[in-house]
Nanobody
């Protein structure tokens, strides 16, 4: 199983980025997909998740209204659209996959760095 996240980069505060995570080696449409982020010295933080069909999404409170998670099961890809970015959003962003019956995520991607300048 491989989760390949990309799309990170440097953006000014108030700007937008869209991250992608391409999955392979698993039946993508069976898995819930999550996005997490981590900065040095801090614990990994939940960003949001999307159900296997894409019908349901959940977001951390600080991301609601700014971040949107979507997926394309035909392309085995999940997306994280980030708008109104602030410097505090600077982090390495990870995608992860879990079966609906699992609490823990089974698979993790390698992360992509997002840097928001003030």
């Amino acid at each position: 199983v491989q989760l390949q996240a990309c799309g990170g980069g440097l953006v000014q505060a108030g700007g937008s980025l869209r991250l992608s995570c391409a999955a392979s080696g698993l039946t993508f449409s069976r898995y819930f997909m999550g996005w997490f982020r981590q900065t040095p010295g801090k614990e990994r933080e939940f960003v949001g998740s999307i159900s296997s069909t894409g019908s349901r999404t959940i977001y951390a409170e600080s991301m609601k209204g700014r971040f949107t998670i979507t997926r394309d099961n035909a392309k085995n890809t999940v997306y994280l659209q980030m708008n109104s970015l602030i410097p505090e959003d600077t982090a390495v962003y990870y995608c992860a996959a879990r079966l609906p019956t699992n609490v823990q995520y089974n698979y993790w991607g390698q992360g992509t760095l997002v840097t928001v300048s003030s």
